[in-house]
């Protein structure tokens, strides 16, 4: 069974922010998936559209990878690292409620960072630290995890 | 001591410069460069695309041309809308500490329930109706809508101050019959204005004077005005490069093919009931519906509101929220039932599978 808090659940094979906004898996061949944590689309509420950035553009880190919208609330999904696009999720397209019900197996983008992979996973915390960070973050703000159909 | 936040007002500016301000100012504050802030603006006339929306599919983009309207996209998402010098907009910027919650949901209803409370302060009931509106006496004066970056968020809504509800109709690729007498009539009483309510235009200072006052209350803050600073300057003027451009507004860009107006009529026992769908053909959902007919339905706003209530809504659950939308209301139709509604409404998107066809016209175009 997967770890949880306050219902919201953990992975802990990924890869995180710090601010648990979205999680970072790896991939085979230097690339890397990304997508949302079960807080952030809890936080988000109903997701009625993703749009992610054009395959071969390039991010610097702490620029969107993508963006999404609930309701009338736009945002983006941040990017930790410097990395160059290299595929959206078309499942996630064409039905951004994926990332509410399957926040984990819902990639949104999958992305190629432009330094060496251990330098770009060294801004995230993973294992035990993203543990102790995802739950402290859950309590702190007092965030409940809901998978809501429909 | 209360907090201090900043007060300011921009003025009336074309909307490439109000959305370049509203990163703007969303990243100077996410940075920490500036406090957190309540910002007034007014725009010279514009249609105002969501953030995901793409203008073809949802502007009649001829009007706008021949009227000069400008076409930009918000940072925010929703519907699009018509802006002029006829509408105060007010914004924060805030972050969520301010706010003691992360949950999107509860924070729009604080800000919208203080902004309703601001507005009835100039001697009107406005009262926040979920998600983005406020209103008065179930007519809409203000819609609002947000963005966040990280831990700072941006939240705006309008205030209709004087409005010509036939323009903002005209501006928006909707089927012909809904620009009808009768239908901007119909239009007309969903919105209200100020001066409608009031009589008189109220003064800006005066306008301001109460949205200020409410929130100040809600939020335990004080104002002080203040202008940009050099840092809000120099991360508009990088921003207005990007969003004052073609590429910026063409950036969702899907064509009018991938979402038609599909029409269709039938006659029920309780008389003729014709609706208009927007269509999205790919994600197969009801984005919009309008029904018209000879029809007796009472209270008349149930037409309005079961449209409000199939607004971008999947095709599969169509049927389910009819039938809960008239579940959850007493409503006087004759023979009309909610099944007619359901079935004009599959009637009209039948159509889309011969639109598929190569030969296959839109039939708004």
Redesign the interface.
């Known amino acids: 069974m997967a770890d949880s808090c306050n219902g919201c659940e953990f992975r802990p094979e990924l890869y995180y922010d710090r601010e648990f906004q979205i999680w970072v898996r790896l991939e085979e061949g230097g690339i890397v998936s990304i997508g949302m944590t079960d807080i952030s689309q809890t936080i988000a509420g109903k997701i009625l559209h993703v749009r992610v950035r054009r395959p071969g553009n390039r991010r610097p880190a702490g620029k969107p990878v993508a963006t999404i919208e609930s309701g009338k609330w736009a945002g983006p999904v941040p990017n930790p690292f410097d990395c160059v696009i290299v595929d959206a999720n078309p499942e996630v397209l064409d039905n951004p409620r994926l990332l509410n019900l399957a926040p984990y197996e819902a990639w949104i983008a999958r992305v190629r960072p432009s330094q060496a992979l251990e330098q770009a996973l060294q801004g995230l915390v993973s294992g035990e630290a993203a543990y102790a960070g995802y739950c402290g973050r859950c309590r702190r703000e007092d965030i409940h995890c809901e998978r809501k159909p429909g | 001591m209360n907090k201090v936040w900043r007060i300011t007002d921009t003025g009336l500016r074309p909307p490439a410069q109000n959305f370049a301000l509203n990163r703007a100012l969303l990243e100077a504050r996410q940075a920490g460069e500036i406090p957190s802030t309540l910002r007034f603006l007014r725009f010279t006339p514009s249609a105002l695309l969501?953030?995901?929306q793409s203008a073809e599919q949802e502007l009649n983009l001829d009007y706008c041309a021949a009227h000069g309207i400008a076409i930009q996209r918000r940072?925010?998402?929703?519907g699009a809308i018509y802006m002029d010098e006829t509408q105060l907009g007010w914004e924060l910027y805030l972050t969520?500490r301010d706010l003691g919650?992360?949950?999107?949901?509860v924070i729009?209803r604080r800000i919208c329930e203080a902004a309703a409370r601001g507005i009835s302060a100039l001697g009107v009931e406005a009262r926040y109706r979920p998600?983005?509106d406020i209103e008065v006496g179930g007519r809409k004066i203000s819609g609002?809508?947000?963005?966040?970056?990280?831990?700072a968020l941006m939240y705006q809504g309008t205030l209709l101050v004087e409005f010509d509800v036939e323009k903002m109709l005209r501006i928006l690729r909707i089927p012909a019959e809904k620009l009808s007498d009768k239908a901007i009539a119909s239009a007309r009483e969903r919105v209200v204005n100020l001066k409608e309510l009031l009589g008189r235009v109220p003064e800006a200072a005066e306008v301001r004077g109460h949205i200020m006052e409410a929130f100040a209350g809600e939020f335990g803050v004080e104002f002080f005005a203040g202008d940009l600073t050099p840092p809000e300057l120099r991360r508009y003027e990088a921003a207005l490069t990007e969003i004052d451009s073609p590429g910026w507004v063409d950036?969702?860009k899907k064509p009018v093919s991938d979402m038609p107006i599909l029409e269709a009529a039938q006659k029920f026992a309780g008389g003729l009931l014709r609706a208009a769908v927007s269509f999205d053909v790919?994600?197969k959902r009801v984005k919009q519906v309008w029904f018209t007919g000879d029809i007796f339905v009472n209270p008349r706003r149930t037409v309005n509101d079961l449209e409000s209530t199939l607004k971008?809504i999947a095709l599969e659950?169509l049927e389910s929220a009819v039938r809960e939308f008239f579940a959850a209301r007493q409503v006087d139709m004759l023979s009309l039932t909610p099944r007619d509604f359901v079935t004009v409404v599959n009637l009209a998107i039948a159509r889309a599978d011969r639109l598929s066809a190569p030969q296959g016209q839109d039939t708004a175009a």
Do not use: C, P, Q, W
């Open positions: 969501g953030y995901h940072i925010t998402g929703g969520k919650s992360a949950d999107m949901t729009a998600r983005n609002t809508g947000g963005a966040f970056d990280g831990e950036l969702v790919e994600a971008d659950r």
